[in-house]
């Protein structure tokens, strides 16, 4: 069966002022159909750049993506326009139109798709009921919690039923237990709707708690792969090492007295 996600070779560059960037280096790697899957590194370590590269919001120098069988890197503008739709992306900051009600925010990539008001708002109120939040239609992003707006997020992104949902630090500017209750959400909906989801961080809790399989990313380079409980159980790389021993609060210091 086709992995819905096949990354091959890729690599990124960017031009700074001191010169060529590597963000992203010689990464391959396939995403099965309805898994969670993680990817997960430290700050700088080209996570963000990579989870933009499987939409093509940043397109690759080299290698190919392919997403359901289709190489993206082949595609006309419009087709991959086309494409983009299947994938959702929630962000840390959640992007909330302000003059917006909650309601219409989650209309509006409906009204953007041409689908009429009546019918956007019956599956805006659907959406709300999904994430929790149907007493909040009328609210404004403002008056809402950062939880309430990651959920907003949610739902807007749900409404064009994506096949792929990539969520980039979605819970990073949230509290443990709101947090806990997104990844929950996260959960019910990968369950629901069979949504693969990708989650990009850098909390080894997040990637225990939701994600069945984890990439570990270290200065642009994947330097491990497998299974979450693979990589819990016995960790390759002296990088998953310090990540899993970060996530136990350990302080940079008593890290490297482990490894």
């Known amino acids: 069966m086709e992995p819905i996600i096949r990354v ?8 700074a002022a001191n010169g060529q960037v590597e963000a992203v280096k010689d990464i391959s790697f396939t995403i099965e159909k309805g898994d969670i899957f993680g990817i997960i590194g430290l700050s700088g370590a080209g996570k963000s750049t990579l989870v933009r590269c499987l939409n093509l919001l940043e397109r690759p120098n080299e290698g190919r993506v392919y997403v359901d069988g289709k190489n993206l890197m082949e595609l006309s503008e419009k087709e991959l326009r086309k494409e983009r739709q299947d994938i959702g992306m929630i962000f840390q900051h959640f992007n909330l139109l302000m003059q917006r009600n909650v309601l219409d925010n989650i209309c509006f990539p409906l009204e953007i798709a041409g689908i009429g008001r009546k019918e956007a708002r019956k599956r805006a109120y659907e959406l709300l009921e999904t994430v929790g939040l149907s007493e909040k239609a009328k609210a404004y992003p403002a008056q809402l919690s950062g ?9 807007r992104v749900l409404a064009n039923n994506p096949k792929i949902l990539l969520c980039d630090e979605a819970t990073s500017a949230l509290d443990p237990q709101t947090t806990k209750s997104i990844l929950t959400l996260l959960k019910d909906i990968n369950h629901k709707y069979g949504i693969t989801i990708v989650v990009i961080t850098h909390e080894m809790a997040v990637i225990q708690e939701i994600c069945s399989k984890v990439a570990v990313l270290d200065q642009g380079r994947l330097v491990e792969e497998g299974t979450v409980e693979e990589l819990f159980r016995a960790p390759k790389t002296e990088e998953a090492k310090k990540l899993i021993l970060n996530g136990k609060g350990l302080g940079v210091e008593e890290v490297d007295d482990y490894v």
């Open 8 to 15: 091959e070779n890729i690599n990124k560059t960017f031009s």
């Open 147 to 155: 939880g309430q707006k990651q959920r907003v997020a949610i739902a």
